[in-house]
């Protein structure tokens, strides 16, 4: 993913003092702010990469039974609502 920002002229050379770019620094902040999401919802363990969930859902994926396109109607899935 990219995303772009403007940084202000002060900040950047306040980062850059750091030693830092404006990017590392804006990639710093992000993380940061993940570790302390995960921290205020109680998870512990390190969240998996798209790759890891990706090979997670693929595993054992032969044993899922194949399923009729008639399951997944809205009318299948909201059998009981009007």
């Known amino acids: 993913?990219?995303?772009?920002?403007?940084i202000p002229d002060e900040l950047a050379a306040e980062?850059?003092?750091?030693?830092?770019?404006?990017e590392e620094y804006v990639r710093g902040l992000i993380e940061e702010a993940a570790?302390?999401?995960d921290k205020e919802s109680g998870e512990s363990?390190?969240?998996?990469?798209?790759?890891?969930f990706l090979k997670g859902m693929a595993a054992n994926s032969e044993k899922t039974p194949q399923l009729p396109d008639e399951a997944f109607t809205r009318e299948s899935f909201y059998w009981d609502h009007d």
Not at 1 to 6: F, G, H, K, L, R
Not at 45 to 52: A, H, W, Y
Request: aromatic share 0%; proline share 8%.
């Open 1 to 6: 993913m990219q995303v772009t920002i403007e």
């Open 15 to 22: 980062v850059r003092a750091r030693g830092l770019t404006p």
């Open 35 to 37: 570790r302390a999401e």
């Open 45 to 52: 363990r390190p969240r998996m990469t798209m790759d890891q």
